[in-house]
Every structure is written in C-alpha cells, then in structure tokens.
C-alpha cells in the first residue's frame, strides 16, 4: 500500500517524531490536519502512521511498524478493515456527502482487529458542504481510538470549524539538497535533478512523477512548439494537431507557470524571478514583446479554462488546444 520505503520521507522527521512522543504520552488527538504543497508526501506519511498504528507488534525503538504481523500484512495487501481511505470518485470531483456516511458507519463499527481505527481523507478540501457538515458531527466525538487525518493543499477551502478541531501538522517544502539528495536515492540521474526540480516547483515527489512520466521531454517539446509558433513557422492550428494525444492539463500547468514567471519578470524586472533558465532567453523575449496587460489577460484565460477542464468529461480537444496555440500568439503580435 506504501508507495515508498517503510519510513517517514526524509524532510518529514520532526513531524513524525511529534506523533509518535504524542502517542507514547497517550496524547494523541482524534485529528490531524496534515497540510502543505502537493509532493511533499503527506499521503505516505499518513499511511505510515496509520500502519504504525495498527501494527500488533511495532519496533518501539525505531518507530516503525514490524511489517510481519497480521495487521501489517493485511496492511500491505491493501485490504486491513481498520483503515479507511476517502478520496474523490475522480479527478477533480468532490467527496460527497455519501462518502463520509460511509465512515461515519465506519467509525460506528468496532475495530475488526481489536486496535485502531484509522480514517485518511484526501484532499480533505474536495469536501462539498454538505459532506464537511455530515464529518463535523464525527469530528466531536469520533470514538475511541479513532485517528483521522485530514489532508489538503488549501487549508482555505476547509470549514473553520473543522480546521479548529484538527490538530494542524505542515509540512513544507524540504531544501533543494535534501529534496536533490532523495531523488538520487530514488535511483534518478544527477544530470537533470536541477531542471526537474524547477520544472515541479520544488516539490520532489511530484519530480519524481515527472521523471516517470518523461515530462521534462513534453516540456522541451512544447517550449520548441511555442517557439516555432512566435516565430511564424507553424500556425496554432497545425500545432493543435500535433499535441492532440497529450494531456490539456499538463500543458496547461507548464504555461500556467510559464506565464506567472514572465509577469513576475516584467513587472519586477528582475532575471532571478525566472526558475526556468533553459527559457530565460524566450520568457524574456516574450514577456517584454507582450506587455503586462496582455500577459495577465492570457494568465488569466489559462487559470479558467484549466478549471473548465476539471470539470468537463467532453472537451473538444482541438478547439482548446486552437486557442490555447492562438492565444500564445496574440502575445507577440501587434
Ligand atoms: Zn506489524
């Protein structure tokens, strides 16, 4: 079930170290809100703790669970009754108000193993109304020896009443050495860590994904297409075609961030707010060529039709992509 190594993720220690001196003064609250920036891991660390939790014969010494009791292996079969993990029915879709009627039954029943119970809502944020004022009641009085963890990004978007009854727990961005220093041990190249790095803001699991999913490719590919297209040498229609079979939201995320550098750029006038140095040359070209009115008005388009995008089942992929293309180049024209 753990998607990495038995053990908190290098950069999350003291947060680890403050639940487990938590547990062994009995002091555990019924819930934690674990927040931070996506890739930081705080999905492993909740299924670590969880797993620590309901493990029958933990390493008290190193604080890890044995990974040979019937917990840990019902545990790493995916399939232990004490745990529950809630996450949307899709991408980009809330957590409905059946699903935590689901683990309000849950939380009714006794732990089938005689321990924990173990709740993870991720992200907690994509509760609707309804579903955050059905999970409040069981907020209050959750039972005994019941643990949920809250994850989420936006803390903003969380009912103030269900974040006062959280125990908060962040966790931040590790340093560039540290998050470098994981990637090696995750057997990943030293030659492009910095890109990567950049290119996932920072964030190393997402790096990862990146380097698995050979994103830093689609980027140079799409940086070379928006090139041509400034250029004159390939129209936006043409260039709609050819990324037909790649993922909208992913170009949207590169040009989004793309788009925040350049504003940052021309409104500072300062060449460190550029992270993508391999672009420095076109970002800059372009951003002064465009002007800052334009800029934020094709930012501001990006932002709304990547939300449209999480919304909508059936886009016309070639007509998004037309605009997106389009709208690249209306920066650069007069
Ligand atoms: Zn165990």
């Known amino acids: 079930m753990l998607a990495f190594e038995p053990q908190p993720l290098p950069w999350q220690l003291a947060q ?21 920036m996506p890739g930081v891991g705080k999905l492993h660390f909740a299924q670590l703790f969880g797993q620590l939790l309901l493990c029958l014969k933990p390493n008290l ?31 980009g879709k809330p ?10 039954d849950f939380v009714a029943k006794t732990a089938q193993q005689g321990g924990y119970r173990v709740i993870i809502i ?16 069981c907020l209050e009085e959750p039972g005994r020896n019941t643990i949920l963890l ?18 908060v727990l962040a966790f931040p961005l590790p340093a560039l050495s540290v998050a470098k220093a994981w ?17 996932a803001h920072y964030q190393p699991l997402t790096a990862l994904t990146f380097h698995k999913n050979q994103r830093l490719k689609q980027r140079q590919a ?15 229609v043409a260039a709609a075609q050819e990324w037909q079979n790649e993922d909208l939201l992913c170009l949207f995320d590169w040009l989004v961030d793309w788009l925040a550098e350049m504003i ?50 059936n886009q016309n992929k070639q007509l998004v992509l037309e605009s997106l293309f389009i709208g690249w180049l209306h920066l650069t024209i007069y």
């Open 122 to 137: 991720d992200p907690a944020d994509a509760m609707n109304i309804n579903a955050s004022n059905a999970l409040l009641k």
């Open 16 to 36: 680890w170290q403050q639940l487990i001196a938590q547990r062994q003064q009995q002091k555990l609250a019924h819930a934690y809100l674990l927040h931070g």
């Open 222 to 236: 799409l940086q070379s297409c928006l090139a041509t297209i400034t250029k004159g040498q390939k129209t936006p």
């Open 264 to 313: 940052k750029w021309v409104m500072a006038k300062d060449e460190t707010f550029i992270k993508n140095h391999d672009m420095l040359k076109m970002l800059n070209y372009v951003s002064s060529k465009a002007g800052v009115t334009r800029l934020y008005g094709y930012y501001a388009w990006l932002i709304e039709q990547r939300q449209r995008l999480l919304g909508a089942a």
């Open 95 to 104: 957590i409905k108000v059946d699903q935590i009627r689901q683990l309000i």
């Open 183 to 199: 990637l090696q041990q995750q057997s990943l190249a030293d030659n492009d860590l910095d890109q990567l790095l950049v290119a």
């Open 61 to 91: 010494e190193t604080a890890s669970p044995c990974q040979q009791c019937k917990s840990c292996l019902l545990f790493n079969a995916s399939s232990h009754p004490d745990i529950l993990q809630i996450v949307p029915e899709g991408s």
């Open 150 to 167: 809250l994850l989420s990004e936006r803390t903003s978007a969380l009912l103030a009443t269900i974040k006062s009854r959280c125990q």
